[in-house]
């Protein structure tokens, strides 16, 4: 059984940083993508970053070049850093994986397994 704990949500004034962590448990797989996904109230969850275990990754034009993410395979910790935060930014984040990664995009279909969120809150 996987397990995804997300951490490192809070409030930020606008143009702060945040970085989100996502603890993996139960993960044995070898090739697979983990995504990380928002969702305001009222709105259609969004992705807003993917990566590979190959290390390729994706991020839509709302987050690029703000925001990055990591993994560290020996804490079993994928990372989300935002920077330039803008009060748009302000959802729940929840990062999630696919193991396998059959298809390497950031559609929240794909992904199966899923953490319970953590709250981004960006001021203006």
């Known amino acids: 059984q996987v397990y995804l704990v997300e951490s490192g949500g809070g409030s930020v004034q606008s143009g702060g940083s945040l970085r989100l962590s996502c603890a993996t448990s139960?993960?044995?797989?070898?090739?697979?993508?983990m995504g990380w996904f928002r969702q305001a109230p009222g709105k259609a969850r969004e992705g807003v970053a993917l990566?590979?275990?190959?290390?390729?990754?994706m991020f839509p034009n709302s987050v690029k070049g703000r925001f990055s993410v990591s993994q560290d395979n020996a804490k079993n910790t994928l990372y989300l850093q935002m920077n330039s935060l803008k009060p748009e930014d302000t959802a729940m984040y929840y990062c999630?994986?696919?193991?396998?990664?059959?298809?390497?995009?950031?559609?929240?279909?794909?992904?199966?397994?899923w953490g319970q969120g953590t709250q981004v809150t960006v001021s203006s």
């Open positions: 990566i590979h275990s190959d290390g390729s990754t």
């Open positions: 999630a994986a696919q193991p396998g990664c059959d298809v390497f995009r950031l559609s929240a279909p794909d992904f199966p397994v």
């Open positions: 139960g993960y044995t797989y070898s090739r697979y993508c």
